[in-house]
């Protein structure tokens, strides 16, 4: 397995001030940059090559503790695409975001195990085991046929896939957080399901499976760290004050 990191995302005003950096990635909570806490767990949960897409103040940081630096992109699509091209697609990807402060290898490596490595597959936690954790609410969560669930940051992408994955690009990902935008990418039933609360995971993984041409695969019960990403300066706060 092979791990790319995306580490281009930008932060402004208030965040980049208190972050001392615009460069969210580079932004240090308890003591760590968010790049470096991804590039460990990715390590840790055993990929052999890891490559970062970022900027130059990103290559300066790690380009000496990671495998392949790749230029940022002018936008987050690009930078989508350049990340599904970082290695050849003769093994599995490990498909990692570089916001997500309370990311270890053990996690990761839970998830990674349980995924196996035939699918796409993406860790999903309850929304009661990420409230118990964090002790606030998930800024974005949904109801699924009754399942409240929170979506993780990062994928594992199968060998032989690419191709079909970097057709949707980054519609897809954008998707992650958004079950109704993932309802509309495979189709209109599925929004009138999801609209009326019948839609369930199961179903969204078969769907997925027909559109994709590859097995989809939602990781249940995965850490709740995979799924706390940092998007405003609000999420920034609380992590930097709680372990």
């Known amino acids: 397995m092979n791990a790319v990191i995306t580490a281009g995302g930008r932060v402004y005003d208030e965040f980049a001030r208190e972050a001392g950096t615009p460069v969210k990635a580079l932004a240090r909570i308890r003591g760590a940059a968010l790049i470096d806490r991804a590039i460990g767990a990715a390590r840790g949960a055993g990929a052999r090559r890891v490559a970062v897409i970022g900027g130059s103040d990103v290559r300066a940081h790690c380009a000496a503790r990671v495998d392949a630096m790749i230029d940022e992109g002018d936008s987050g ?24 402060p309370y990311i270890e290898a053990a996690h990761l490596g839970d998830f990674v195990e349980r995924a ?27 109801r699924l046929a009754g399942e409240r669930v929170v979506n993780g940051c990062a994928f594992i992408i199968p060998t032989g896939s690419i191709d079909r994955i970097a057709a949707l690009g980054a519609h897809f990902f954008d998707a992650r957080k958004d079950p109704l935008a993932m309802a509309r990418l ?12 019948r839609l369930s995971i199961a179903r969204l993984e078969r769907r997925a499976t027909e559109v994709l041409g590859i097995p989809a ?21 609380h992590a930097s004050a709680h372990a």
């Open 217 to 237: 695969r939602a990781v249940r019960e995965s850490a709740p760290e995979l799924a706390y990403d940092i998007d405003t300066v609000d999420d920034y706060r």
């Open 186 to 197: 495979v189709g209109f039933p599925f929004l009138i399901r999801f609209v009326l609360g």
């Open 77 to 100: 699509a690009e930078n989508v695409h350049r990340a599904l091209r970082a290695w050849s697609d003769d093994v599995p990807l490990l498909y990692l975001t570089s916001d997500l």
């Open 116 to 142: 196996g490595r035939d699918a796409l597959a993406m860790p999903i936690c309850d929304v009661a085991a990420y409230e118990t954790r964090f002790a606030r609410r998930p800024g974005l969560n949904v």
